[in-house]
């Protein structure tokens, strides 16, 4: 099937392939993130076979194909990482039909910066430091309409900048991420309590060492986080209240307290861990009483009860989070905290 030129039209696609993992067969459904084998279907498989992308050769590239614009894009993301440079999604052809015909995948220093983003007059703060240089690494595929496959069109390998030496490769953005073992294996340790710093160090000593892990300690902050955030997706009220029951189970002297409304909602809550009570019984002689706090989501009074112990420093005897400030939901508060 042949293409007239007035059939098809020119796009720019500057989105970032941080998230390709390359899977060499989609249908496998295969969690494999091993981004040093390629099993890649070229004209002769006798010759190409399965090989690592170390020990690919410019005419084995030039002879690959794949099942998918995605397919190829995970390839050539697999291969900048391994030779410690970032992949990025450059322009696309389209048909008219507005199918994509054609991919070009680049290094991420091609090209320069477009100069009216540097001469800009309402700038709010300095323009990011330069570091594109017209690099001319990179991959174009194209749709073959006799067998359905994505075929490379162009194919250049030489770059004119320093790529990231190879100490330095495990920290680039796009080279870093939590495999599925990896995620798995950090929430079981988050849920038995396992403090993250604990569970970096743990994973690196596995993969032997911190530039073998795949992340950084940042990432994997990161993921507990919204890990953690996840886990009160069933409403707020429930992961306060889950909250407070794991608090009593590891804290004998863990005090908590809640109410319910009519429509079964949260309505107060009040609670203090072991240490606050200590506290209050060693220097309870004065206490201040502060419900100033609103600087929550929800809008509501935040009521802490906080003294100063024989160092001169704040110490909290009990929080409560309220509804209201009626009196008589005050004089629930106060009947707990005494």
Request: proline share 2%; charged share 30%; with cysteine.
């Amino acid at each position: 099937m042949s293409i007239n030129e007035d059939d098809v039209k020119n796009d720019s696609d500057n989105d970032l392939g941080d998230d390709f993992d390359y899977q060499p067969n989609a249908e496998d459904n295969a969690e494999d993130d091993d981004v040093d084998s390629l099993d890649s279907t070229s004209k002769s498989e006798e010759v190409c076979g399965v090989k690592r992308i170390a020990d690919l050769m410019v005419e084995d590239i030039w002879n690959l194909e794949f099942r998918t614009e995605d397919e190829a894009c995970q390839f050539y993301n697999a291969y900048s990482c391994w030779h410690r440079f970032v992949m990025r999604k450059d322009d696309v052809v389209r048909d008219n039909q507005g199918r994509i015909i054609s991919r070009q995948l680049v290094c991420n220093k091609e090209s320069w910066r477009n100069m009216r983003y540097l001469d800009m007059d309402d700038r709010s703060r300095e323009a990011r430091s330069l570091t594109r240089t017209k690099c001319p690494a990179r991959l174009r595929v194209k749709l073959d309409y006799g067998c359905g496959r994505w075929k490379v069109s162009c194919f250049v390998e030489s770059h004119n900048h320093d790529l990231t030496p190879p100490q330095f490769a495990h920290m680039v953005s796009a080279n870093r991420r939590l495999t599925v073992t990896d995620r798995v294996q950090v929430e079981n340790l988050h849920n038995f309590g396992v403090k993250s710093c604990h569970i970096m160090g743990y994973i690196a000593f596995q993969k032997g060492g911190y530039r073998h892990a795949g992340f950084t300690r940042k990432d994997l902050y990161n993921h507990i986080d919204r890990y953690r955030r996840a886990k009160v997706k069933n409403g707020d009220a429930n992961a306060a209240i889950n909250y407070l029951i794991g608090k009593s189970n590891n804290d004998p002297l863990f005090f908590g307290k809640y109410t319910f409304t009519s429509d079964k909602r949260l309505e107060h809550i009040f609670w203090a861990d072991g240490q606050s009570i200590i506290d209050y019984h060693c220097f309870g002689d004065i206490v201040a009483f502060d419900s100033t706090y609103k600087k929550n989501k929800y809008n509501k009074p935040l009521v802490i009860f906080s003294g100063c112990n024989h160092h001169g420093q704040t110490v909290i005897f009990g929080s409560g989070l309220l509804s209201d400030e009626t009196t008589e939901t005050y004089k629930w508060l106060f009947s707990h905290f005494g």
